[in-house]
């Protein structure tokens, strides 16, 4: 499904967040609280944007591996860094989040855009990101929510299965990405459960910041150390 779309995927980011997304990416990155010495994982990482963010934000990361499942969405990344010329700093590898190909303690941080709720094993993904972090690594997770406030999450939800849909199917052409999203967004865990889930994968220092009326969740976390 992600490979179908992946020409446009980009494209119909900024257009479905007006734009925002550039916005939490950079909030993202900030709460990792870089010094340009880090080794930082991208997981889910798509075609490649917080990793590229990362990369570039000052001070910004020294290395950056990105890892994601579908191909094609890697292959976008990989143009768009060979373009930007950032080879020397950003690779991307294709790769499975519940088994994430990489030594223990490897990075400094690992950063997570709207990926963790396509992962078959949540849990998992969490221990996996907690492998991989050396001892006091941070971890920084976006991903969409349900706004609280009942009359904002109506509007939210009226917009997500209504609108959201049919201007991802006239752009992309697939019928079926753009209906998973907001399937996807429903169906995935509240705030307190992820944060549950990370504290159970041994993550401490959880926190939790509501952006954009709500719509998206920025977690971050520490591998005690």
Known sequence: MFDAIAGRYDLL??????????????????????SGRERV????????DLAIAAVRARPGAARVVGIDFAAAMLGVGRDKIRRANLQASLA???GDATRIPVRDGRFDAV????????????????????RVLRP???????????PETP???GLYLWYLHRVLPRIGRAVSRSNEAYGYLPASIGA???????EKTLRQAGFVEISTVRMTIGSVCLYVARRPG
């Open 13 to 34: 980011n900024h257009l479905l967040s007006a734009g925002i997304d550039r916005r939490w990416r950079r909030r993202a990155v900030a709460a990792l609280g870089l």
């Open 41 to 48: 994982l991208d997981l889910c990482t798509g075609a490649a």
């Open 92 to 94: 991307l590898v294709r």
């Open 111 to 130: 950063t997570v855009a709207f990926g963790i709720r396509n992962v078959d094993d949540v849990a998992a993904a969490c221990r996996e990101m907690a």
């Open 136 to 146: 006091g690594g941070r971890v920084a997770i976006l991903e969409f929510a349900v």
């Open 151 to 153: 009359v904002i999450g």
């Open 188 to 194: 995935f865990a509240s705030p307190a459960e992820l």
